[in-house]
């Protein structure tokens, strides 16, 4: 009977993991290659199951992005493509680092990464862990060579970016002169506010007479900020109020039309909603226009290094691609 029931149990196990399979979205790998092989880099085959592996957590967003069943499926295949690229270019910058004998991983760093591995993705227990090498037929000793393999990668990777780190001021200031729109910014302020909020049926009158009491105490001469933690009821309470830049077009009318109106350092009468009762205040302040070269100085260095960067790696990509023995199928 105990027989049956666990027969019984496997049966409906193996019909629920064929629904869930066929709900998942088909990946078309098998079709694209029949050999079970993406392609050969150097000594390494890279199979559909390691191209698999990497584009799964990426189905679901594609899903969400795609507006037919074509566009999803032209999405998949670029991103296929990319995705074997990536595993051919790891194998060719993984191949690049070892030729100079010097040059090592450490075990510390390879035993860190593992062990920051399990507690990320397994919760810390390593019988998890280890269940999850075996469902891949992966041995420990493999997925430590995996784990130094993607250690080298970022290494290699990140070397590549430091070697971009100087811009000349013409060029910055060239590029600013291109793309001046691309720094136009709308009206914005910096926020902080104190919330009254409306509990056990307060009236207007009521929760304007509380903000009446802080705005005195704010025209004393305390601080907006230390009034904010002493009164307001918002989650912002003990950051003083601090809700940080808002452009207007964050704000609902009722907030940005009052407090636009201001100047820095000021505060707006009460503004009374039906969640309660604000008090608004203007701690910095921006006009809408382009902003001018020096606000944004840093913010185009940034911009334009990684574009170097970004040049820089595929002229070194390219170079290794050429000098390596790659297959594609």
């Not at 795609?66 to 499926?73: D, I």
């Amino acid at each position: 009977m105990m027989l049956g029931r666990r027969l019984t149990l496997s049966l409906l196990a193996t019909a629920a993991l064929a629904r869930a399979a066929q709900t998942q979205p088909a990946d078309n790998l098998n079709l694209r290659f029949a050999n079970g092989i993406a392609a050969i880099a150097e000594d390494k085959v890279i199979t559909v199951d390691d191209v698999r592996r990497e584009i799964s957590p990426l189905i679901p967003q594609l899903q969400r992005e795609a507006r037919s069943e074509k566009e999803f499926n032209e999405k998949l295949e670029s991103l296929q493509d990319d995705v074997i690229q990536q595993l051919i270019d790891r194998v060719l910058i993984v191949k690049e680092f070892r030729k100079d004998e010097k040059k090592h991983i450490p075990l510390s760093f390879i035993d860190n990464r593992i062990a920051d591995i399990q507690t990320e993705q397994f919760d810390n227990d390593r019988s998890k862990f280890l269940a999850y090498l075996r469902s891949r037929s992966t041995t420990l000793q493999d997925y430590r060579r995996e784990v130094e393999e993607d250690i080298i990668y970022s290494y290699m990777r990140g070397q590549q970016r430091k070697t971009q780190s100087l811009v000349s001021p013409v060029r910055i200031e060239t590029f600013y002169k291109e793309n001046k729109d691309r720094f136009y910014q709308e009206d914005g302020v910096y926020l902080r506010l104190i919330q009254f909020s409306r509990t056990n049926g307060e009236t207007d009158a009521e929760l304007t007479a509380k903000a009446e009491v802080v705005l005195a105490r704010l025209n004393a001469g305390v601080k907006f900020e230390d009034l904010a933690k002493e009164f307001s009821q918002d989650s912002r309470r003990a950051k003083g109020g601090d809700w940080g830049w808002q452009k207007r077009s964050d704000l609902k009318p009722a907030f940005s039309d009052p407090l636009f109106a201001l100047k820095k350092g000021e505060t707006t009468a009460p503004v009374l909603t039906p969640e309660g009762c604000f008090l608004l205040h203007v701690d910095d302040r921006k006009f809408a226009g382009i902003q001018q070269l020096d606000d944004v100085r840093d913010q185009i260095e940034r911009i334009l290094i990684q574009q170097m960067a970004q040049v820089s790696q595929e002229r070194w990509l390219e170079r290794l691609r050429r000098n390596g023995y790659v297959k594609h199928y």
